[in-house]
């Protein structure tokens, strides 16, 4: 049996953030300690932060040993969350200590709660009642024993905070200090939802009675945009409430719009805990102390929200699944997605992938079986599919400075003389790609990264798209000195926004750029006042294909529909055909009917085919049997190692020690491709160099590669990151 309680003075394991191999030896503190608990220890001069892991090892003198410093006031990590965080760890490769700090993510968890006032009602009868006096304690009356803020007391009382102080000084009205961290108030899953229609009501109660057998399963919840997906998993999210369980819905940063969390308070009547990047550090810890207390029922976040020390979760909710954000692409390298499942797997939840466009690998596994598939066919009331057209640019004679092909002007034309939004879409943030001097032929490129400098003409400046290095633009060419023959070559939306005021001058032109912007609320909010009407034309990246919802949308011009297909990338054919469905999934959202216009010099192209018509189990069989063919993922497993370090002969020199002695992978039948240069060879001056693992789909890859890697040994500055499954390729 494991100990689950240690006595004061017993020895403990703790596990810390700190990055060490191992956890380390401390006597549980006076009162003792619980398994799992939260605790400070000192390591050397310092306080760091832990978990009691286990029992102590009791390799070391117990003379030496130190004792915890205190347990923390929150609730011990459970056996289940553990074993989560173990298990995640030995599938992405991550040491513990980095695991645990995606676990702890929320500042201030070791300060005692903070305090603040709170007011309800006293004992004590003022001396003298005016008007405003009585509505408050009216008001107070209504609400029995709730207490409020001062300002939210005054506010709905309609009076000023003096009158509310007033009342306290005679003792109508009690002040008392509380805990800051204050529990979510109740979600109720029993007030009505939406009807729904006979698809998803089918939909919804299927999930729903998955949720409530308590069992794990993942079901892939399929539908185009606007075929209420959102409304079948909010029925999801209900039952598990029922069930008194938790829920978690995970969304793509910027699709954690106000819009979609009103639509949530209004379902349930009243606000999630919302965890993401913009949250307050007091926010943060209190949504992570009261999920862990059980005191926030359902939880709207990005990504790392799953990180979460839930203490009854019953349903994950992983929408818009097939979206690249959900990897994270520095520190710990996982996927959301397949941890979301991992997840729930252990406790018995539930998962719903939702997308218009899942993912080859989640279409795979459902095509096997592994998970359910439920279909959302048609979308919710009139608005149906747009049109899909292509426009050869063959037979357009643009001039080279020009985007926007005359066919495609006289469609945006059209929408502006009915007073409808047109979209251009450009997947390329910034001005133009590349600056170029017209007397040498120089490409200004990053001093730190072997890219180009992108010209952000908003910023005024140059800027790397890989490390965010910014120079100002030169006046003469930094290679032949030649003055004033720089030129912009390609399009940006910047460059494209500016062709646009020019093409359409009656109109109001916005661009859309996440770079154009000081931070994600102020774009989320910019994206609601053009949605609402406050722009004719819209200019955007990759951003506006995410979950917003333009009413007045019927026009989206995608200006490059071959952009994706020239990477090298194993997913490009799959990426270009998720994003040109959604991006034209925006267009006639509501009543109206919608078109989308794609520009390309492929219109052949099987993929550009399969988009126009429509064809999406056609795509995904067709990409699944090359896939297979060539033994990729999801038909393979594959697994990154980069390399990198200042002094490209010695990375190069690891890389070969790893390429020669592969005894470890061969024995599981992986083979190793590489050491090359990584596609980005070069990022803030460190050298990268790339190996490619491959095998077979059953293989434990991670163990061999664990052993692998274990033979070298690393000097210096020299880092080994380890991706599996990889995402992307730079
Ligand atoms: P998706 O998540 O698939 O994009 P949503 O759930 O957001 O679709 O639904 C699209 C729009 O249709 C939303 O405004 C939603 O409120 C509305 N809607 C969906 N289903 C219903 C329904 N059964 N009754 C009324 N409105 C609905
Ligand atoms: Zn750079």
Known sequence: MTHSFFDEGALVAVLTTQPLDRALDYKAPEGGCHLGAFVEVPLGPRKVLGVVWGPGKGDYDYAKIRSVIRVLDAAPMRLEMRDFLQKAAAYTLTPMPAMLRLATRAPGLGDPPSMRKIYRRGFGVPDRMTDARRRVLDFLADYGDLSFTLKELAELSGVTPSVVKGLVTKGAVAEEDSPRDLPFPPMDPNLPGKALTADQADAAGKIAAAVASGAYGTTLLRGVTGSGKTEVYLEAVAAALRAGRQALVLLPEIALTAEFLKRVEIRFGARPAEWHSGATMTERRRIWRMVG?????????????????????????????????????????????????????????????????????????????????????????????????????????????????????????????????????????????????????????????????????????????????????????????????????????????????????????????????????????????????????????????????????????????????????????????????????????????????????????????AILAGDEEGFWRAEAAEREQAGVPPYGRMAGIILSGPDVGQVFEVANVLARNTAALARVGAQVYGPAPAPIARIRGRHRVRLLVKAGKGVALQGAIAQWIGQVRLKGDLRLAVDIDPQSFY
Not at 418 to 445: D, K, S
């Open 293 to 609: 207390q059980g005191n926030a029922q359902l939880v709207i976040g990005a990504r790392s929200a799953l990180f979460l020390p839930y203490q009854n979760l019953g349903l994950i909710v992983v929408d818009e699944e097939h979206d690249t954000s959900y990897k994270q692409e520095d520190g710990v390298l996982y996927n959301a997605r397949d941890m979301a499942v991992l997840r729930a797997s252990l406790l018995g939840a539930q998962v719903v992938l939702a997308s218009a466009t899942p993912s080859l690998e989640s279409w795979a596994n459902a095509e096997s079986g592994k998970y359910t598939r439920l279909d959302l066919e048609a979308r919710f009331g009139p608005a149906v599919m747009p049109t899909m057209k292509t426009i050869d640019m063959r037979n357009e004679k643009l001039p080279s400075d020009r985007w926007v092909s005359d066919t495609l002007k006289r469609a945006v034309d059209a929408r502006l003389d009915a007073g409808e939004q047109a979209m251009l879409f450009l997947n390329r943030r910034g001005y133009a790609p590349i600056t170029l001097c017209r007397a040498c032929g120089h490409q200004v490129g990053c001093d730190q990264c072997d890219a180009r400098m992108v010209e952000h003409r908003f910023l005024k400046r140059l800027m790397c798209h890989q490390c965010g290095e910014t120079k100002p633009m030169p006046d003469k060419c930094p290679s032949c000195d030649a003055e004033g023959r720089m030129a912009a070559v390609g399009p940006g939306v910047e460059r494209l926004g500016e062709e646009a005021v020019k093409l359409f001058p009656d109109a109001r032109v916005a661009v859309l750029s996440s770079d154009m912007y000081g931070s994600a609320r102020a774009l989320k909010a910019e994206i609601e006042g053009i949605a609402a009407g406050g722009a004719d034309v819209i200019i955007g990246t990759q951003l506006v294909a995410k979950g917003h919802n333009f009413p007045n949308l019927t026009l989206v011009g995608v200006i490059d529909a071959d952009l994706g297909l020239q990477g090298s990338d194993l997913r490009a054919a799959e990426r270009t055909f998720q994003l040109m469905r959604q991006v034209a999934g925006r267009a006639g959202r509501a009543e109206k009917h919608g078109t989308a216009l794609l520009q390309t010099y492929q219109p052949d192209h099987p993929v550009i085919r």
